[in-house]
């Protein structure tokens, strides 16, 4: 059973940090590019950041995404977060044509 199983939101105060987990289970992890998303209300999906199966990190400006495939995890730093990346963050992996969404995890960033 494939599972893709997001962890580490919250609120957080403009400025703040947070790093998202993502847990993955039940396909072969290190084949698969591995990406965030986030869905803001309102607003669609939109990519936050991507690492392809043989990289161990990928910046992103304020967002570094890494990998650990010895883990089966991928995570999202998030730095210097503002209002405006209030959302809900989605794991997501992708091998040619198949594809698989975790839960989702809401991460707020409020004074």
């Known amino acids: 059973q494939v599972q893709l199983v997001e962890s580490g939101g919250g609120l957080v105060q403009p400025g703040g940090s947070l790093r998202l987990s993502c847990a993955a289970s039940g396909f072969t992890f290190s084949s698969y590019v591995m990406s965030w998303y986030r869905q803001a209300p309102g607003k669609e999906r939109e990519l936050v950041a991507r690492?392809?199966?043989a990289d161990t990190d990928s910046m992103e400006g304020r967002f570094t995404i890494s990998r650990d495939n010895a883990k089966n995890t991928v995570y999202l730093q998030m730095n210097s977060l503002k209002p405006e990346d209030t959302a809900v963050y989605y794991c997501n992996a992708r091998y040619l044509w198949r594809t698989y969404w975790g839960q989702g995890t809401q991460v707020t960033v409020s004074s």
């Open positions: 690492i392809p199966s």
